[in-house]
């Protein structure tokens, strides 16, 4: 069996580092996120939090849509929310409202990853007769 070292060498320089600063990381992917949303993200290659620089490291990005990263920014929110043990703290820091925090919330306990995607707010067209 023979180890293409190339391929491995041009993997290993095209994973990046980002720097995890009181608890949030600037993802490539989705923004400013809680580092929590990292341990579920398919991009994440390692998780350095025992240095004095903590850090992650993650493969390139796959181009997503807005929605996506929409909807991965306001699981971030809801996932602070959770950390913090406090949803007004949590919307605070955002600068959203409970009201939204609570509308996201139960979008994602119904529909999951795919609730918190954006939706037109245009109602919908009537077919007439």
């Known amino acids: 069996m023979s180890v293409n070292y190339e391929s491995a060498n041009s993997l290993r320089s095209a994973v990046k580092r980002y720097r995890v600063a009181r ?32 850090s992650i490291r993650c493969r390139p990005v796959e181009p997503e849509t807005d929605a996506e990263k929409l909807a991965y920014e306001r699981l971030g929110i809801l996932q602070l929310a959770d950390t913090l043990g406090n949803v007004s703290e949590a919307c605070r820091e955002r600068g959203i409202s409970r ?25 919908r067209r009537q077919h007439q007769k």
Do not use: N, Q, W
Request: proline share 5%.
């Open 99 to 123: 009201r939204v925090f609570y509308l996201y919330k139960h979008a994602f306990e119904e529909h999951g990853i795919e609730g918190l995607m954006f939706r037109s707010r245009r109602g």
């Open 23 to 54: 608890g949030h990381v600037e993802c490539p992917a989705r923004g400013r996120v809680d580092v929590e949303v990292c341990f579920y993200c398919p991009l994440l290659e390692t998780l350095d939090m025992d240095s004095p620089v903590r």
